[in-house]
């Protein structure tokens, strides 16, 4: 079996280029199995998710905060004026990307509350 390690674009349409030519072997007509591993990185505007940080957890960008502790403290009642109070590294912006993370990944924060309410 051959096997090809490179780097990969993919852009917001979802389609992929490889950064390096293809060889041979990796042709039409062939088939192929493709397993994209992405890196440790930003997976939206000021957030990152890090393997054995926080348990992979989406966090605010270079903190250990992670966004679904955010998201429980503001449905516990507490303002973003309070939020930024007890976190004093966090900015406004910080608290802006966790919301829109935690809109736009609701299933993954929920589960992530579920989860640690339950340890």
């Not at 950064?19 to 042709?27: E, G, K, Q, V």
């Not at 905060?65 to 429980?72: D, G, K, R, T």
């Not at 004093?88 to 924060?109: F, I, R």
Request: some cysteine.
């Amino acid at each position: 079996m051959n096997t090809l390690e490179t780097d990969i674009e993919i852009s917001t349409d979802g389609s992929m280029k490889l950064l390096a030519p293809m060889p041979a072997w990796l042709r039409p007509g062939r088939s192929h199995v493709l397993l994209v591993m992405a890196d440790d990185s930003e997976v939206g505007p000021g957030i990152e998710k890090t393997a054995n940080v926080c348990g992979g957890d989406a966090c605010i960008a270079s903190t250990r905060v992670p966004v679904w502790s955010l998201e429980q403290a503001r449905r516990l009642g507490f303002t973003d004026a309070e939020l930024l109070d007890n976190y004093p590294s966090l900015t406004g912006s910080d608290l802006t990307a966790a919301w829109a993370y935690v809109t736009s990944h609701k299933v993954e924060v929920e589960q992530a509350i579920r989860d640690n309410e339950e340890a």
